[in-house]
């Protein structure tokens, strides 16, 4: 039995609520016991039950102990789930879903569900939160613009280093005209005198 991923709801005062519960079995069902059941001052007050008789069958007869109460579960879809209609503060407390399938040697499963009721429900300041994603979110922006100028800069640098490296190139040209080849021309250098 799962109740789903938050085993408690807060509802305002006259308004409809699901309670959700699920159940699974690996070998199959066969006359699974399905209740819901309300803690009232310690004492469990039966709201709903019935038998599935096997898988994907629904049930034939589905017993109502408790007033503006639907089943809208399904077996096809493991669903056992209920809705309280126009819920009141009387409504709030534990609800248990519980199940027994014969199949798996009368095991009993059970989750529970906490339904909170209120008058309104609470507006939560998200001030906090907004300030650390605006933080977070402007960092991360400052650091791709730094990448992106550190990129380009490097990029222009690389263009101009090799600008320059043509124009050498191409003013190194002098003609060799002793030998009749082009490049730089050599001149002799003097043999140092030794003293």
């Known amino acids: 039995m799962s109740t ?17 519960c699920t159940y699974a079995s690996c070998i199959g069902i066969k006359d699974l016991y399905f209740k819901w059941e309300f ?11 019935s038998v599935i ?9 589905i017993n109502i102990y408790r007033e503006r109460v639907e089943f809208v579960g399904s077996s096809k879809e493991n669903n056992l789930s209920i809705v309280l209609s126009n819920i009141t503060f009387e409504d ?3 609800y248990t879903c519980f199940g027994k399938n014969p199949k798996e040697k009368d095991k009993n499963h059970s989750a529970i569900f906490t ?10 300041d998200n001030t906090l939160t907004l300030i650390i994603v605006s933080c977070v979110g402007g960092f991360i922006a400052l650091l791709v613009i730094f990448m992106l100028l550190k990129n380009f800069t490097l990029f222009v640098l690389a263009k101009i280093e090799e600008k320059n490296k043509e124009c050498l190139v191409s003013s190194s040209g002098i003609d060799n005209t002793e030998n009749g080849l082009s490049g730089s021309k050599s001149t002799p250098k003097p043999t140092p005198k030794k003293a």
Do not use: C, Q, W
């Open 4 to 20: 789903g991923k938050i085993p408690f709801l807060e509802a305002v005062n006259g308004s409809d609520v699901l309670l959700p």
């Open 39 to 49: 803690k009232d001052n310690g004492t469990m007050l039966k709201v709903i039950d």
């Open 53 to 61: 008789p096997t898988d994907h069958v629904e049930p034939s007869t």
């Open 92 to 94: 709030a407390g534990e």
């Open 115 to 124: 339904l909170y009721v209120v008058d309104e429900l609470r507006v939560v």
